[in-house]
């Protein structure tokens, strides 16, 4: 684990103009085949937990989860981490309204983008959906985030949306909420209710 994590910092070194020695390095020893690239924490959290709940050992089976900081930044991360790069193979979530980021990185990186599975908006929405927002508010509650719930509802601006959009802006409110919920709802999925682009996904790989 700690090795992939280093795997992990030394593509984000890369990704921001230094060297990429090390990520190779690592790369081969640590045997990779395959790069998730997903959008930020909170997605790499629930792909995480889901893997956990399966009882996949990701990093043992050559797989490394990457969060690439924003869909804006695919095209550099697939061309680093795949064919014109290390030779990953490339796969991950994107949300649907970041498709055109997507289609462009991964034609520039020569790579597939079928192996890209799509989220109606976002990853937490779908989770939401999944879970009902009744399931939801019960994990606020167990959570002990029931008051800050409550307060932010009573704030004018969230007035009159529906509830799983309220929801959806809560877990960005404040700092590792999202990554923290990312983890917890996935944990708190039926088998049969995990999202389609995440079930996809896993079963992908």
Not at 41 to 55: I, K, T
Not at 104 to 127: I, K, N, T
Not at 157 to 184: D, E, V, W
Request: proline content about 4%; hydrophobic content about 40%.
């Amino acid at each position: 684990m700690e090795d992939m994590r280093a795997f992990r910092d030394a593509v984000s070194v890369w990704a921001n103009g230094g060297s990429g020695a090390a990520a190779s390095d690592l790369s081969v020893r640590l045997g990779l085949r395959t790069a998730v690239l997903l959008e930020g924490p909170s997605d790499l959290a629930a792909v995480e937990a889901l893997a956990a709940r399966r009882d996949r050992d990701l990093a043992a089976e050559g797989v490394c989860v990457v969060s690439m900081g924003g869909a804006m930044s695919v095209a550099r991360y697939a061309g680093l981490l795949g064919p014109p790069g290390l030779g990953l193979r490339l796969t991950g979530l994107c949300d649907e309204g970041e498709q055109r980021f997507y289609d462009r990185g991964l034609q520039r990186a020569q790579a597939p983008r079928h192996d890209f599975f799509v989220c109606v908006s976002d990853l937490e929405d779908e989770l939401i959906r999944a879970l009902g927002t009744a399931g939801v508010e019960e994990i606020l509650r167990a959570e002990g985030d029931l008051r800050a719930w409550q307060t932010f509802l009573h704030q004018p601006a969230h007035h009159g949306r529906p509830r799983h959009q309220q929801l959806r802006r809560f877990l960005g409110t404040k700092k590792g909420r999202k990554i923290r919920y990312g983890r917890l709802l996935v944990e708190a999925l039926d088998a049969e209710r995990v999202p389609t682009p995440l079930d996809d996904l896993l079963a992908s790989l």
